[in-house]
DNA sequence: ATAAAAATCACTGTTTTCGGTGATTTATCT
DNA sequence: AGATAAATCACCGAAAACAGTGATTTTTAT
């Protein structure tokens, strides 16, 4: 890619605060950025005549779902880059994201370094995931392109079963009579395959998904 | 309590080894324990001319629950302690024992130390809890004899969705603007009031008893 | 009004989780 | 027979959770 090249981005976001804070990121780290434009509703955003290099969009906007826009962009652009700034961190939100092919996922609560970072890998042709994205993006993969199911085997359900009551690996070890090295694997594996964060995700994701029963009344 | 009174015990499991197991571990170390007896069934139990002074029970018996057992021996010899042994260290069961007011539980799986000690304390009127028990019976406590509720405070269920989301203490601060400390402090009553003993398995109870819902479907 | 509960924050130390990486041995499937 | 996945174990470091204690301020209820 010619390194004397200049990009152009839309920003979409109905705070203005938020576009200001972008904009001046921009303008002061990322000089190879030479148009930026803003839109502060979807339809505003469509009227804008693209295409973009980059767009960076918010999914909570007054009069139109991002994700919406996103397919909208995609249909018109689909060499555009699409990165996505939101406060949901909750993790269907951002599977639901993921779904829809985008390039990028930011969080509002991030530092501006990440906002740099994350659109020169964007523009440079990668992708960029904000970390706690980053193993949902996985676990879809896993599902969709790799062909791979994410069925857990009949291990990863033993161990699955002993943390959703509450073990803790150590415990587990002891009474699975393994190594504690094994269940620390076997539990990487859950949060991996089931794109979870921490022990607290993979419960609740798997007793959402009826993987686990939920526990019996006393 | 005379220093020099001898005790007898009623050991009842249908496991031949830990019968001989405890009955070595007793006749080394309590001294003051002097009439060792054993029963391989409920039935067998309950033929035995009582009372001792201590019943430990296993809860898995081939003839009769173990707490069925509990009630019997509770309503004849309403004085005799209890102390119930099982493999079971699922948090359920441990309410499930809770409920039936004996005075000492032990895991299988702990070392000989330890049934010493739960021995001398239910001896000398004290009760004891394995570790992962302790906080299970904390908030039973609560529920029934201290009046109080252990119902969830608004901020605590805040936290608790946030928890359950996969969030990390630090983000959930960041989220609603708090301290550390004060999220940390949170998570424990959250812990205390739900007798969990960590995100895994608070998770799970807070699910499985309804106060907060499964995840959507994406 | 005043007692009780809720909400807030602080400090400290230990244990556990989490993430990355890599490797070997069985099963299993084609 | 060879590829693939499952199951096993190891080592490391950083981050987070967990446990215990104590304390202040605000709300809420009696």
Redesign the interface.
């Known amino acids: 890619m010619d390194c004397n090249k200049t990009f152009s981005i839309l920003l979409v976001d109905d705070h203005d605060l938020v576009l200001q804070g972008l904009k001046r990121i921009i303008e002061s780290s990322l000089p190879e950025i030479s148009v930026i434009s803003t839109a502060m509703t979807g339809r505003e955003a469509l009227e804008k005549s693209g295409p973009f290099d980059v767009y960076m969009l918010d999914v909570e906007l007054p009069d139109m779902n991002g994700l919406e826009l996103v397919q909208h962009i995609r249909d018109r652009y689909p060499d555009s880059r699409i990165i996505i700034n939101t406060i949901h961190?909750?993790?269907?939100f951002i599977?639901?994201i993921m779904?829809h092919n985008v390039n990028g996922i930011l969080f509002k609560?991030i530092d501006s370094e990440k906002v740099v970072e994350a659109l020169r890998r964007v523009i440079a042709g990668n992708t960029y995931y904000c970390r706690n994205a980053e193993r949902v993006r996985r676990m879809l993969h896993r599902n969709t392109s790799g062909g791979r199911s994410c069925s857990l085997s009949a291990r990863e359900l033993d161990v699955l079963k002993h943390?959703?009551?509450?073990?803790?690996t150590s415990?587990i070890a002891?009474?699975l009579c393994l190594s504690i090295n094994t269940v620390e694997t076997h539990r990487r594996h859950l949060l991996d395959k089931l794109g979870?964060?921490?022990?607290?995700?993979?419960?609740?994701?798997a007793?959402?998904e009826g993987i686990i029963p939920?526990?019996?009344?006393?």
């Open positions: 961190e909750e993790i269907w599977k639901n779904r609560s943390i959703s009551d509450g073990k803790s415990e002891d009474e979870a964060r921490n022990v607290a995700d993979l419960v609740m994701t007793v959402s939920l526990r019996k009344k006393d």
